[in-house]
């Protein structure tokens, strides 16, 4: 199964720290992002896992639920939790799923079709290191995959959901390096005399086809 931006997320019902959940439900009319990693007591997601969870309150504020996943079971996610506080300084303070039989890693294809999961290495398991970010419709709104070897940048997925939830609710995309507070574009799919009703303070043409304009509030 190949999972694809605008595709519906695919539902399912799983183990977690904090109890067993049905993902859509669970979702409910938030927005989410499920992260995910090959194995239990790695050193990379181990510094993930805290960072992320240092930046829950700001998932919070965004009306975003948070949630880890790694193929091993629930038992040793407990054992882990201990060590990521230890080492990051920060508790986890979000669900992480149990995938010992890779339900979840082959619904949302992180599974190499070649792996052999034989041993059940971080190794065999290494292409499971996705970050999806699902709206609140179910719809994948955006997926990043990273190798083992490099740490994946949560600051970055952060402000990837502010640019998300700005097009979503002001139908505008955003240029290189946006940051929250900069110029925004105008899409193409909108005329020029529609982004005058739109924007009666005026925009900034640069090509007919490139249109700036403040950031809606």
Same mark, same amino acid.
């Given at each position: 199964?190949?999972?694809?931006?605008?595709?519906?997320?695919?539902?399912?019902?799983?183990?977690?720290?904090?109890?067993?959940?049905?993902?859509?439900?669970?979702?409910?009319?938030?927005?989410?992002?499920?992260?995910?990693?090959?194995?239990?007591?790695?050193?990379?997601?181990?510094?993930?896992?805290?960072?992320?969870?240092?930046?829950?309150?700001?998932?919070?504020?965004?009306?975003?639920?948070?949630?880890?996943?790694?193929?091993?079971?629930?038992?040793?996610?407990?054992?882990?939790?201990?060590?990521?506080?230890?080492?990051?300084?920060?508790a986890v303070?979000?669900?992480?799923?149990?995938?010992?039989?890779? $339900?979840?890693? &082959?619904?949302? =294809?992180?599974?190499?079709?070649?792996? @052999?999961?034989?041993?059940?290495? !971080?190794?065999?398991?290494?292409?499971?290191?996705?970050?999806?970010?699902i709206g609140?419709?179910?719809?994948?709104?955006?997926?990043?995959?990273?190798?083992?070897?490099?740490?994946?940048?949560?600051?970055?997925?952060?402000?990837?959901?502010?640019?998300?939830?700005?097009?979503?609710?002001?139908?505008?995309?955003?240029? $290189?390096?946006? &940051?929250?507070? =900069?110029?925004?574009?105008?899409?193409? @799919?909108?005329?020029?005399?529609? !982004?005058?009703?739109?924007?009666?303070?005026?925009?900034?043409?640069?090509?007919?086809?490139?249109?700036?304009?403040?950031?809606?509030?």
């Amino acid at each position: 199964m190949t999972i694809r931006i605008g595709d519906e997320a695919p539902d399912f019902t799983a183990d977690t720290t904090e109890g067993p959940i049905h993902f859509h439900q669970w979702i409910g009319d938030k927005w989410a992002i499920l992260f995910s990693h090959p194995k239990d007591f790695t050193p990379v997601c181990t510094t993930e896992l805290g960072y992320v969870a240092r930046l829950k309150p700001e998932f919070d504020k965004r009306n975003t639920r948070v949630i880890g996943l790694s193929i091993d079971p629930v038992s040793d996610h407990h054992a882990w939790v201990g060590d990521i506080a230890e080492t990051q300084g920060h508790a986890v303070n979000y669900p992480m799923i149990g995938d010992e039989n890779l $339900v979840v890693a &082959k619904l949302y =294809d992180m599974i190499h079709p070649n792996a @052999s999961g034989g041993s059940r290495s !971080a190794v065999d398991n290494a292409t499971v290191r996705s970050v999806f970010i699902i709206g609140p419709d179910k719809k994948i709104k955006a997926m990043l995959i990273y190798p083992m070897s490099a740490g994946r940048n949560f600051d970055e997925v952060l402000r990837l959901l502010d640019a998300l939830q700005l097009n979503a609710k002001h139908t505008v995309a955003t240029p $290189v390096n946006w &940051k929250p507070g =900069d110029d925004v574009i105008i899409p193409t @799919s909108v005329s020029d005399e529609d !982004a005058r009703k739109k924007y009666p303070e005026g925009f900034k043409t640069l090509k007919p086809y490139l249109r700036t304009v403040p950031q809606p509030k």
